[in-house]
């Protein structure tokens, strides 16, 4: 997959990637925002198709090319479970890996940190649910159990000079449960930073959350743990994805999880449409004045190939309906 866009052809889409001003000037007045691509893990994880290792090598590559400084290249879950995240290992150990750029790999318990710690990665994350009945489904623990376990990762992993991020999942409600208590999250997310992580994210696992509850949330959140610790994950299974990511910017998040084309969905979570979008989440913050440092053309170029290659299932709009006419 190579990137197919020429100098002629950028200078031509320069339009996709213009600030505009809101109210006079640009509402993010340059400030930062940082894009953690989960694409070549929370995408491929969820796809009927399975990409070749080489293809998704070359991904992450490009990706990287394009100004992603976070992205999750696979987890160390059991393959029995996530087949499509049975090669991160060799993922791992193929891609070139460049000064500033963090390879994330998801880990369930200390026998995947163990794996990490073999593919010579430096980043890992963790993950656990804020619903009992969720967390159940997906990890066969209470919540209690879970953060156990997940703090002797943490402690584990950052005493041998690996950095750690949390994922909480289900913040915003549970398929099961319906609402989940937003104090039970900052609960959690207490623990997980007190255990060592310097990061948790928090995730609208099936796209329940509503842009007053976001917003409410996502401000206690940033209140609580400040804005560089405290990361947003969204789903757009109820098409607020976007919506979604616009209320935890104006709370103050500066931290977006989001995923190239759209891709992915939860297994252990019924409903659970595909992730926020990359394309989607650039386009918005770029229109608004926010610096990423990523280019959305190829991001674009970079989707469109893994869909024409590999079959791969996007639902990200700019993609679709904006980045198709490029």
């Not at 696979?74 to 029995?80: A, I, L, T």
């Not at 950052?158 to 999942?169: A, D, F, H, L």
């Not at 560089?228 to 299974?237: F, M, N, S, W």
């Not at 891709?263 to 979008?277: E, F, S, V």
Request: charged residues 20%.
């Amino acid at each position: 997959m190579s990137d197919s866009i020429g100098t002629d052809q950028k200078d031509s889409m320069s339009n996709a990637n213009t600030t505009q001003t809101v109210a006079g000037g640009p509402a993010g007045q340059g400030q930062s925002v940082r894009v953690v691509e989960v694409g070549p893990r929370d995408g491929l994880q969820n796809e009927r198709v399975a990409v070749p290792t080489h293809a998704k090598v070359e991904m992450i590559e490009r990706l990287v090319e394009a100004g992603v400084r976070d992205v999750e290249i696979g987890s160390f879950v059991h393959p029995k479970w996530v087949p499509q995240m049975a090669d991160t290992a060799e993922v791992a150990r193929r891609i070139r890996r460049e000064p500033g750029v963090r390879y994330w790999a998801l880990v369930p318990n200390m026998r995947g940190l163990d794996f990490a710690r073999s593919a010579s990665l430096e980043h890992i994350a963790v993950f656990m649910s804020s619903s009992e009945t969720h967390n159940r489904k997906n990890l066969n623990r209470t919540i209690s159990e879970s953060l156990a376990t997940v703090t002797q990762v943490i402690k584990e992993a950052t005493g041998s000079g690996m950095e750690v991020r949390g994922y909480i999942s289900t913040v915003f409600g549970c398929p099961y449960e319906g609402d989940v208590p937003f104090d039970r999250v900052l609960e959690i997310g207490s623990g997980l930073l007190e255990a060592g992580a310097t990061q948790i994210s928090l995730g609208d696992t099936t796209g329940m959350g509503t842009p007053l509850q976001v917003r409410e949330g996502c401000g206690r959140a940033v209140e609580t743990f400040g804005p560089d610790h405290v990361a947003l994950h969204l789903h757009d299974t109820r098409g607020l994805g976007l919506v979604n990511a616009l209320q935890g910017l104006e709370a103050g998040m500066r931290i977006f999880d989001s995923s190239m084309g759209g891709m992915g969905g939860c297994p252990y979570a019924p409903g659970a449409a595909g992730n926020l979008g990359t394309e989607d989440l650039l386009y918005m913050l770029n229109s608004l004045g926010y610096h990423t440092g990523i280019d959305l053309d190829r991001v674009v170029a970079i989707s469109r190939d893994l869909e024409l290659e590999h079959g791969a299932t996007l639902s990200s709009k700019y993609f679709r309906y904006a980045g198709a006419r490029l």
